[in-house]
């Protein structure tokens, strides 16, 4: 299995409207993989601007916000490509498409770094920012996975997060949890009989 770093992606829309998004970065050699799924905001980007940038952050409300309809985080201005990056990245890469592979489900973006760039350092592990990414992932798949797959990990997660969570990381992790009970309490509603589509 290669390696995957997750990262805020920048990438830019019709008229360089930016856009940015949660996405794992596949490594390749010396390459990074970009591989958005059907149908998405980033993959009509990348192919409408095949650049990119790879934001490291470790303010993880902005993995969670992205999710939950918080997507209003300060950009700067690249240096190289036109797309611009997180202002308050600890450290980013500039990325240009030099392959695409087509797939039905989920094309490959194969991207080549032009620049890169570190900006503030990284101030160690805390177990709750990686809580926040994984219940992330979860909430990405709300429509995906079974309803108590999900419950069972938001909680076992929740652990993590009571333990060693700073402000940041608690506010992430309430806004994760408040979308995926709003995201059953609206199924349930559908399903007076018990049903749930995510089963
Ligand atoms: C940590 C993390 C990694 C993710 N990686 C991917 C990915 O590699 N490909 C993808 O399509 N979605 C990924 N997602 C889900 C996307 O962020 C989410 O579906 C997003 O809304 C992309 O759609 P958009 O480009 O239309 O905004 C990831 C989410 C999280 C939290």
């Known amino acids: 299995m290669p390696?995957?770093?997750e990262a805020i992606?920048?990438?830019?829309?019709?008229?360089?409207?930016?856009h940015i998004a949660p996405l794992g970065l596949i490594a390749e050699?010396?390459?990074?993989?970009?591989?958005?799924?059907h149908p998405s905001t980033t993959l009509e980007n990348l192919r409408l601007t095949p650049f990119a940038v790879a934001n490291f952050t470790d303010d993880v409300?902005?993995?969670a916000g992205c999710l939950t309809g918080r997507r209003d985080w300060p950009l700067a201005p690249s240096e190289v490509v036109s797309v611009p990056r997180l202002r308050a990245c600890l450290a980013h890469l500039e990325l240009a498409v030099i392959e695409t592979h087509e797939d039905a489900l989920r094309p490959r973006f194969v991207c080549r770094v032009v620049?890169?760039?570190?900006?503030?350092p990284f101030e160690g592990f805390n177990r709750a920012q990686a809580a926040v990414i994984e219940a992330a992932v979860?909430?990405?798949r709300l429509n995906l996975?079974?309803?108590?797959?999900i419950e069972?990990?938001?909680?076992?997660?929740?652990?993590?997060?009571?333990?060693?969570?700073?402000?940041?990381?608690?506010?992430a992790f309430g806004w994760l949890v408040e979308k995926a009970a709003r995201f059953f309490a609206g199924e349930a509603e559908e399903a007076p009989d018990g049903r749930h589509s995510g089963n």
């Open 3 to 5: 390696m995957i770093r």
């Open 9 to 18: 992606v920048t990438t830019a829309g019709p008229l360089g409207a930016p």
């Open 29 to 37: 050699g010396a390459h990074w993989v970009l591989a958005p799924f």
């Open 61 to 63: 409300r902005v993995f």
């Open 115 to 120: 620049h890169r760039a570190a900006h503030a």
């Open 138 to 140: 979860l909430v990405s």
């Open 145 to 149: 996975l079974p309803r108590a797959e």
């Open 152 to 171: 069972t990990e938001l909680n076992r997660l929740a652990v993590a997060v009571g333990k060693t969570a700073g402000e940041r990381e608690a506010e």
